[in-house]
């Protein structure tokens, strides 16, 4: 409940209207007790007074009954309408959904049919007619507001109920003998709980709306008792000489709205678990950058293009945070291809991201480290310069290109706007250079393909657009955060193929993220092995691949099946990585390694050079401490 109420108070509009909503309520509840006049004491000699007269702080109305009075009441009684109306209309709507989503088949086509006949009348003219049959009166308007809700609740939580109907851990539970009764109860429910509080913050405003329009109507409240809406329909005919007896309830409802949606809209975030990772908060341009030294650009750095130094990168989550990058040094030459590989969660990506400022802030932070291109510190850098490097200096080809091309447009007209992002060229000049783009990554018939949208092309296609969409401009070098991950073997051949000749004839240089030893093998020439946010082994490819030095290394490659090597057992890694917001002293890896001794659990291990490959291990592989014991 308490990090509820931390992310609720992060939206700066959400505590506004939380205050004023609890002002509001506060007011409401504690009207018995000020020492107010009676507001349905009619004094005729005293109507029309204007505010701040004696005895009167607002004034009075056509009948010369203290304003103030009837507001306070007012304002209680629809607030007491509003709330009701929501939670009657999301109890009975909640039901009616749940039951519908969860039996499925004839009983939902039954009910939502019912429901879709509800919605196709407009609400007001449908309460309009409920308060008709049942005949004017608070409690009447209460219902037909409620009724002409429970449609909105009933199909809301039933497209919910649908998708959790199906999961694993209901059919668990029916697997498990449970009725359905009890897997509503206990499994469909308390999983549809937040989908109703936030229709009820969002809605309460538009049922106290709804309510004060029947009692502007005359529907609703009957004289003399007061609620908002009575209020102002009693005042109408004022309107012109005396604004007061209008203004004063319609600006408490104005408040009482605003202040209910800001509030909705604020709980609705906080109980999406998304915001607890920063992803519902509005992103920076770029990573926000928070280094208190910048390193220099080392020894490596005279032939290199790219040269990371020192780059650490944290997530800062509810007050815990996540080493994601702790302390790399990379370089790429020009024309050269660095493979990084290691496990999910070792920081291959983040690492990627971060040169370009492209991880997300928040919850993303740099706090050390530089990246320069050419000399150039892009670490901390300008946007407007950040923007100009992206595409045309480094490109970026990302993981999965359905989620990175945009479903509406067609693949040319995406091809077209990356160029035309860096280069003032025409349209007619972007659809050339498009289509040879996409005949340089091999698609057939690229004058058709052109014209195509995503989904119309198969997964090696869409990649394939992707490496000519980061070809676009020309650049320096390319990043490649698993291209080949989601293809087939022989897609995946191609794909590669395409790289290493692209590399080879443009002297492209390219870092190649990748689980895969054999895609390191065909493509790269040089690896950096990643383990819980630092490099563990970088060295040649062949180096590596024959010779591996740091214990992580040869278990990965323990892992992989070779062809023609005769029978041998394929070892898996013990246990998991670590927790990167509670990495282990010393070496991250001694809690999964058979080389393990007491000097590997204190202090810094540095990368350090062993043979042709550096290494961050104290008792690496293949040296005479090993033979030895």
């Not at 409920?130 to 939580?157: E, Q, Y």
């Not at 690229?446 to 014209?451: A, F, K």
Request: aromatic share 4%; net charge neutral.
């Amino acid at each position: 409940m308490t990090a509820f109420f931390r992310l609720l108070a992060r939206n700066r509009l959400a505590l506004a209207g939380g205050i004023v909503l609890s002002l509001v309520v506060l007011l409401a509840l504690v009207t018995p007790l000020l020492p107010l006049a009676d507001p349905d004491v009619t004094d005729t000699s005293n109507r029309f007074r204007p505010a701040l007269s004696d005895g009167a702080l607002l004034g009075t109305d056509h009948l010369g009954r203290d304003l103030l009075s009837r507001l306070l009441w007012g304002t209680r009684l629809s607030l007491a309408v509003g709330i009701a109306a929501a939670l009657i209309a999301a109890t009975i709507g909640a039901a009616i959904g749940i039951i519908a989503g969860f039996y499925g088949g004839r009983i939902d086509n039954v009910i939502m049919r019912g429901v879709d006949m509800l919605m196709a009348f407009p609400y007001i003219l449908l309460a309009l007619a409920i308060v008709a049959a049942l005949g004017p009166g608070l409690l009447n308007a209460l219902i037909a507001v409620a009724a002409v809700n429970v449609p909105f609740f009933a199909r809301n939580i039933r497209g919910i109920t649908v998708g959790i109907a199906n999961t694993e851990f209901v059919q668990a539970a029916r697997l498990a003998g449970l009725s359905n009764p009890r897997i509503i109860l206990s499994e469909i429910l308390p999983n549809v709980v937040p989908v109703i509080v936030i229709a009820m913050s969002t809605t309460i405003g538009w049922m106290i709306l709804e309510t004060a329009g029947l009692s502007f109507l005359g529907l609703g409240s009957q004289p003399p008792q007061a609620d908002l809406g009575s209020m102002l329909g009693e005042a109408r005919s004022a309107l012109i000489t005396h604004p007061h007896t209008s203004v004063v309830p319609g600006l408490m409802i104005l408040v009482i709205v605003m202040a209910i949606n800001l509030l909705g809209d604020g709980v609705r975030d906080a109980l999406d678990p998304r915001l607890k990772s920063g992803a519902l908060s509005r992103p920076m341009a770029t990573t926000r950058v928070d280094r208190q030294s910048i390193p220099d650009h080392g020894e490596k750095s005279g032939d290199s293009l790219l040269n990371v130094r020192a780059l650490e990168t944290q997530f800062h989550v509810r007050g815990r945070v996540y080493r994601a990058v702790g302390g790399v040094d990379l370089h790429v030459e020009p024309g050269e291809c660095l493979g990084i590989i290691g496990e999910s969660g070792s920081g291959k990506s983040v690492t990627a991201l971060s040169i370009m400022g492209l991880v997300a802030s928040p919850p993303g932070v740099i706090t050390g480290g530089a990246a320069y291109l050419d000399g150039e510190d892009l670490i901390g850098a300008p946007y407007r310069r950040l923007r100009d490097m992206r595409g045309r200096r480094v490109a970026y080809i990302f993981q999965d290109p359905l989620s990175t091309l945009h479903p509406l447009y067609r693949v040319g007209d995406q091809l077209i706007e990356a160029i035309r992002a860096h280069r003032p060229i025409s349209r007619t000049e972007g659809r050339v250079r498009a289509i040879e783009l996409l005949d340089a990554v091999r698609i057939p018939n690229p004058e058709q393909r052109i014209s195509d949208y995503p989904h119309e092309m198969s997964g090696g296609m869409r990649q394939r657009v992707g490496i000519a969409m980061a070809l676009a401009n020309d650049p320096d070098i390319i990043i490649a955060d698993e291209p080949t991950t989601a293809l087939d073997v022989t897609v995946q051949a191609q794909v590669l193929s395409i790289l290493d000749d692209l590399r080879r004839s443009r002297g492209l240089a390219i870092v190649f993220i990748t689980h895969d030893f054999g895609v390191v093998a065909q493509l790269c020439d040089r690896v950096a092995v990643m383990y819980a946010g630092r490099i563990v082994e970088e060295g040649p490819m062949r180096a590596i691949l024959s010779a591996p030095r740091h214990p992580y290394t040869a278990r990965l490659m323990a892992c992989v099946p070779e062809l023609g090597g005769g029978k041998r057992r394929l070892e898996a890694i013990p246990g998991l990585p670590p927790v990167v917001d509670a990495l282990p002293e010393g070496c991250a890896f001694a809690d999964r390694c058979d080389r393990t001794r007491p000097d590997c659990r204190a202090g810094d291990i540095p990368l350090a050079p062993l043979a042709a490959q550096s290494v961050r291990c104290l008792h690496p592989v293949g040296t005479e401490q090993e033979h030895a014991s």
